[in-house]
């Protein structure tokens, strides 16, 4: 009988391998077919799927919605900006790991603040904090460039550097992709894992009854705050990718508004779902791409966008389309 | 020899004194049925066995260690667990998992991150054999939200139980279940805490079963003990049947 | 001496617009639990709804003085806007997760923000002509003027109101009951989308309020909702969530810190704002008056 079950499991679960490693090759065939700008548009989607899968551990497997978590994105961004301009680092394997270590430390700061919360009581103390991180990058003109932010250059790539003369843009968009998905690629199979594992269980333990867990000897203050660390730290790696292909970072990316962002795109996808967050991010990129480049009120449309989206398909993409197989499945076995 | 002892605990809600310098024992092995009629305070003095609820007054002693001041975790660490009156359970996570969660909890697995939870095939089977010990082995990968009344109670207990306590509070296990099952349900724990020597202590209003199952009883009413011994003598004792059967009037 | 009473004035004066604008927020969330993003978004409706229908009555020839009575159209406008929006888009998600009215509220936001610029453009609106008929009151060697007077009036006078509407009218008793227990309300036999659509009205009547009677005195800018949000957000987590005294007390408190903080700190005035936030949430995580839910 449980041997069974592991069979069926391992089924299953080959199964997805296999899906996913063909998505893995299509996504890195893509930029050979598509432009350079759709190659920066997708690798803008990879990132902003990184930025998701981190949020919804939070919101998805933990039970806890952040409405802070533009500070860990925008400051993995500052932080790369930071470094670049002050330590004169150009090697992107150096930026990224000042990112990491900046956002990490921010985490763990936030998550003692935060973990002992719940409900709209962390929310609200996730916004907090993060307003004081958009305040201090508005204010402190001299360090942060106050509102006019600061430029990035194109650092360097593993041993390709000087992304300069001609064709530098597309060469540098095209290697900059790969070095996204490889990145992303490896997230998703850590996340997976993570999600999968029995720390992931606990959490989701955690996220349906915490009277419970508690009673089955949980640490629950702890796994939350693991939870937070982790969390903060890859959307944190997510701004950190984001800035070289932006080349500039404002205090924008550490506003309210763009946690809102962050949530809007996990909900887009669906939280309901391991692969909400990656579909979510992409598709949002997409969306807003398109509202900004066809109209002045582009936010118009992606408030429009939203309200359609939770009317139509309130378990996001992801849910409407597991939704949709499964009945097709259902009918065909049927007849 | 004495495992679990109880000295004047007392906790009030407000003007409501819901448990009244209670003051018992239950001896290693022992299987003690809490009866008393609706509102007596059962429920509540679990709730302070388990740290559910801090007592404003008495001690608490586990294995002759005064265990007064430790948190839940601190008691499930000692081995002491309890089931719920109304099923409390994770709700999203499948029968299976519900187990295995307290299995890993148990074998200090919380914080495995990355390898996968259902490739560990020694939690994974004790999982099941504990599902099947109480009959749920058809459930496995059905969410614990979609099972019915009984089986929730019974998976409820199955969570405790897995986390192989030495002392087992289980509150009221066969409420919500229908009388024919009853027996069936006592009888999958009866034997499995027996089996393992698990001592428990069981609050139950069906008095045949109590009768049936019980090494002792004990009879509380409006938060203090009235009556404490053997079932025969509680089954002579007139005026304590009436105060039970009372309340089992009442819920009829 | 004098700078320390003008300070208290304005002091009182932020406070009554922050109390309007938090007021209707923890209305809001008290009777639904619905934490409502476009709350700021509802002010600024208000305040451009105001400035834009003065000014349009003004170029009729309207005099200043008559033009006062017209300063609540944007609250009326912003309450009919609510009445709208419970029950066409929130009202079917109730029985869902929170996640879903924060994001349907997200999406007005979104959508408000930019609606607001393409009706009322992008230019700031003023209507400072209804200050002077006020006229103003000498304290020491300052003038202040009269309509200052009026806008912590109207903040008084709100609060008032509200606690006579909560505790000392019918209305008040089944509110009460409905954010209680909504399905026992229910079977008491209340009207509960009757009272939903009600309180969302009010609760955005009052934003629309705060910005009616704020932008004779400041002007009306893109972009104004959102700071409002966030400072209500700040109010009501220092006051207590849900709670209509919490929400006066943090009005006060948040008012007097930042007029303070502008003074000494001004550079982060706003950042000791958000971790005396933090503090808060800290020590009691329901604020200073909310209860335990
Ligand atoms: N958290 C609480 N706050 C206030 N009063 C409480 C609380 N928990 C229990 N009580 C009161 O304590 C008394 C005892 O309740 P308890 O649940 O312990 O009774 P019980 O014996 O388990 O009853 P039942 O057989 O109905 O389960 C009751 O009067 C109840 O109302
Ligand atoms: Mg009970």
Known sequence: MIIKIGAIKNVAQSKLFVISLLIALVLGALPFILGTYQTLLLAYGLIFAIAGLGFNLLLGYTGLLSFGHAAFFGVGAYAVAFAARDLGIKNMELLLLTGILSTFFLSVIFGIFCSGLTRIFFAIMCLALSQVVWVLSNKLYSITGGSDGMSVKWPSILWFDEYSGSGAFHRFIFDYYYYVLVIFCIMVTLMWLLCHSPFGKVLQAIRDNETRAQFVGINIKKCRFISFVISGSLTGLAGTLWVPLTGHITPESLHWPFSGEILFLTLLGGFQNFSGPIIGGIAFTYLKAYAVASTPYWQFVLGVALLLIVIAMPRGIVGLFSSLIARFTSRSERG | ?252 | MDIFILQVLNALFYASILYLIASGFTLIFGVMGIANMAHGSFYAVGAFVTAWSLGFLQSRGVEPWLLVFFLPLGAIAVAILGMLIEPILLRPFYQRAHEYQLLLTFGVLLIIEDGIQMIFGSDPLLVDMVIAPFGSLQIFSFRYPNYNFVVIGTGLVTAFLLWALMYRSRFGVVLRATSQDMRMASAMGINVGKVYVLAFGIGSFLAGLGGAIIVPTQTAVVGMGLEALIIAFVVVAVGGIGSQLGALIGALLVALVRTAGVHFVPEIELAVLFLIAVGVLLWRPTGLLGNAP
């Open chain 2, 1 to 252: 020899m004495t495992l679990l002892e109880t000295i004047n605990l007392k906790k009030s809600f407000g003007e409501n004194v819901v448990v009244n310098d209670v003051s018992f024992n239950v001896d290693d092995g022992e299987v003690v049925s809490l009866v008393g009629p609706n509102g007596a305070g059962k429920t509540s003095l679990v709730n302070l066995l388990s740290a559910y609820l801090t007592p404003d007054h008495g001690q608490i002693l586990f294995k002759g260690r005064d265990i007064t001041s430790l948190s839940v975790s601190e008691r499930i660490k000692i081995g002491i667990a309890r089931s719920f009156q109304i099923a409390n359970l994770f709700d999203e996570l499948s029968a299976l998992d519900n187990i295995s969660l307290s299995i890993s909890a148990r074998s200090g697995k919380t914080y495995t991150f990355l390898s996968l939870a259902d490739r560990d095939t020694g939690v994974q089977n004790e999982a099941g054999n504990i599902l099947s010990l109480f009959g749920l082995d058809d459930k496995s990968n059905i969410p614990a939200k979609e099972l019915a009344q009984g089986e929730r109670k019974l998976l409820d207990v199955a969570v405790a139980y897995a986390l192989k306590p030495s002392f087992l509070f289980l509150d009221e296990p066969t409420s919500g279940v229908s009388t024919r099952d009853k027996a069936k349900i006592m009888d999958t724990i009866s034997s499995a805490v027996r089996n393992e020597g698990v001592t428990a202590a069981i609050i139950e209003h069906d008095m045949d079963i109590v009768f049936k199952y019980s090494d002792r009883i004990v009879v509380i009413a409006d938060g203090r003990i009235i009556a404490d011994g053997p079932p025969e003598n509680i089954r002579d004792d007139k005026d304590v049947i009436s105060v039970i059967m009372g309340s089992q009037g009442n819920e009829v």
